[in-house]
């Protein structure tokens, strides 16, 4: 028996199902890569069927494969992208062309960051890689030269050892700003000077490394410049081709 249509609760009747709230459904994240020759990255044989594609598919959620980030990414290049287009092109090298996303240009765990560090040695900080001082240091005598970043206790050194180690003299220079450094400024704190420095400055992201390591290109769109993003064309067909079907 059903009670009538018009009534606040319903009860349902034999073989009927609850109607569910309404809800966002699930989320689907493609990454895929678009190419020259055959639009989307793929390799085909002889007869033109795809027998690899770089695209990788996951849904995530609360539920589900867990969010899009770098790590994953990582390893679509690795083991998707990069030897997709060998198959698809055998002998050519490929320029991979990113935008400025944060998933893109993740540097390395031990990457050097001068802000990350303490003004002293030890402590709770972050281990960071060794490094060579760079050609354009202001002291000619200690340009070149390799500098460990650990005492030899095994510490993690800290920002005036780490100075002083290449001719600074930060006696009297505060270890940061607070809240944040004067917009343009070089060496207001031993962090910002440290941080101008080439080896911090130019880090190359584990993405680049990656394929660049395996004999490939990569360069990254300016921020803030959608048009030049070959992606973007082939987002805007889609959305020409939802509004029109």
């Not at 020759?37 to 539920?63: C, Q, T």
Request: hydrophobic letters at 35%.
């Amino acid at each position: 028996m059903c009670w009538p249509l018009d009534a606040w609760f319903l009860r349902l009747c034999e073989g009927e199902q609850v109607l569910h709230k309404k809800g966002r459904g699930r989320l689907i994240h493609i990454s895929d890569f678009i190419e020259e020759v055959n639009g989307r990255l793929v390799a085909k044989d002889g007869d033109g069927k795809i027998i690899k594609e770089a695209r990788k598919v996951i849904y995530p959620g609360s539920n589900g494969d867990p969010y899009w980030d770098c790590e994953q990414l990582i390893e679509q290049v690795k083991t998707q992208a990069i030897p997709v287009f060998e198959a698809a092109h055998p002998g050519c090298q490929a320029l991979f062309v990113f935008d400025q996303s944060s998933a893109h240009a993740t540097l390395p765990p031990d990457a050097l960051k001068a802000f990350e560090m303490n003004k002293s040695n030890g402590g709770k900080q972050r281990f960071q890689k060794d490094t060579i001082i760079p050609e354009s240091n202001p002291y000619p005598e200690y340009r070149g030269k390799f500098q460990k970043m650990t005492t030899v206790n095994g510490q993690q050194k800290g920002l005036q050892q780490t100075l002083e180690e290449r001719g600074f003299d930060v006696s009297k220079m505060r270890a940061k700003c607070s809240p944040v450094c004067p917009f343009e400024n070089n060496n207001c704190c031993m962090a910002r000077l440290l941080s101008k420095q080439d080896d911090f400055t130019n880090q190359i992201s584990m993405l680049e490394k990656l394929i660049k390591d395996a004999g490939h290109e990569c360069i990254f769109l300016p921020k803030f410049h959608c048009e030049l993003n070959p992606i973007e064309m082939v987002s805007s067909s889609i959305q020409i081709y939802k509004i029109n079907c």
